[in-house]
């Protein structure tokens, strides 16, 4: 290969990068980006963005533009030696280069502060709806509390109406940030904090803990379903309901869930890739079988070790978990780890913490550790029910 010129090898390096940004800019598909923005807060948050982008880029360019000028003009010439003229205490100088970034400051904060006091939580509208958000190792709760309702992991919020966030913390400083459609808030114990935003587009989202929380701080993930008014009511009137499981013969075999009555209409029963959970589950991890019989599992749940920490409406009034009232019209588990399928559940309940890195919840499955833990069978019967429990 010829040996190219400095400048010609340079040149070639940046065109070969300009056009790699170009054609990433190109794609549309960015559904979990601030840059794709689908609430108002979304879209004058990356309007700010956009702002000081560019007056970033216009102060670089004035900055290295001078450099470069000087680095050329007043290079050392040949023959020509010395100490260059000194500056020290020119009184005009150190005026200038103060008064130049005061003002970049000045330019930078007007916008930012008027952003940030047009969304504080004196300016919520009257009919928000109220969503509290508890976090937790690891995972989310949220209650809806003047609807009477309380899930996990999974929000549901109807398009057009604002959504106002009560955040607080059981027991560790997390983050909570959907990128499509607010900033970031921090979620803290014993004290609340507040964002809203009102969500434009009905589609599928993810959110995220934004901030290092220990362990799986990763794995808090979280996902926003924004559905039309309609399918927002029909979705609560549905989960208001007890577990739509009667205790007969329902018995679910190996070929995954289905989503809420509210969702399968929104979604067709399909998810969007990008809320489709691709963890792999961890080596040495196994069940023997996972075609389970939910009302056996039913009664194992009734009578183990389950209800001490979990809500089921009528069924279990534990406090520590997530409430698993509709837990078979969810999406995933484990906080939006993996799929909610009979597999994942299952392996799940074997062995949570093998799933999940600090989980509180323990193995249930039978080991060398732990003999008097469920069988394969059992563990598959817990799952059967749970996935029943629309
Ligand atoms: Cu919760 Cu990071």
């Not at 990433?24 to 004058?44: K, M, V, Y």
């Not at 216009?58 to 040949?78: A, M, Q, S, W």
Request: glycine fraction near 8%; aromatic fraction near 10%; hydrophobic fraction near 40%.
């Amino acid at each position: 290969m010829p040996f190219l010129p400095r400048s010609r090898r340079l040149l070639t390096t940046a065109l070969t990068v300009l056009i790699c940004a170009a054609i990433a800019a190109c794609s549309t598909d960015i559904p979990n980006s601030t840059l794709n923005p689908n609430s108002q807060f979304g879209r004058d948050t990356d309007r700010l963005f956009d702002w000081l982008l560019l007056g970033g880029a216009i102060v670089f360019t004035i900055v290295e533009v001078g450099v470069l000028f000087t680095i050329i003009l007043f290079r050392r010439r040949g023959g020509k030696g010395g100490r260059p003229r000194q500056v020290y205490g020119n009184a005009t100088l150190e005026i200038t280069w103060t008064l130049i970034p005061a003002a970049v400051l000045a330019f930078i904060a007007v916008p930012t502060v008027r952003t940030i006091f047009k969304y504080s939580p004196k300016n919520v509208p009257a009919d928000a709806l109220k969503v509290e958000v508890i976090g937790h190792q690891w995972w989310w709760e949220f209650r809806y509390t003047d609807l009477g309702v309380t899930t996990a992991n999974e929000l549901v919020l109807p398009v057009g109406r604002t959504a106002n966030f009560a955040l607080t913390s059981k027991d560790v400083i997390h983050s909570f940030w959907i990128p499509s459609m607010s900033g970031k808030r921090d979620v803290i114990a014993n004290r609340t904090n507040y964002i809203y935003f009102k969500p434009d587009s009905a589609y599928a989202w993810n959110g995220f803990c934004a901030e290092f929380c220990g362990t799986s701080h990763a794995n808090m993930r979280f996902k926003v379903f924004t559905v039309s008014p309609a399918q927002f009511d029909a979705w609560i009137a549905h989960q208001k309901t007890g577990p739509q499981f009667g205790g007969g013969t329902d018995s679910i075999t190996a070929g995954g869930s289905s989503a809420a009555p509210a969702l399968a209409a929104f979604t067709n029963g399909k998810l969007p890739p990008h809320l489709v959970p691709s963890t792999p589950v961890p080596k040495g991890l196994a069940i023997s079988n996972v075609t389970g019989n939910a009302t056996r599992g039913a009664q194992l749940y009734k009578t183990g070790a389950c209800i001490a920490c979990h809500v089921i409406q009528g069924v279990s009034p534990g406090i520590v978990g997530p409430n698993l009232t509709h837990f078979g019209s969810r999406t995933s588990l484990a906080s939006g780890l993996y799929p909610n399928d009979p597999r994942h559940l299952a392996l799940w309940i074997k062995n949570a913490p093998a799933m999940k890195p600090g989980s509180l919840m323990p193995a249930l499955g039978r080991s060398p550790g732990t003999p008097a833990g469920y069988t394969d069978q059992q563990v598959a019967d817990i799952a059967a029910y749970l996935l029943a429990l629309k």
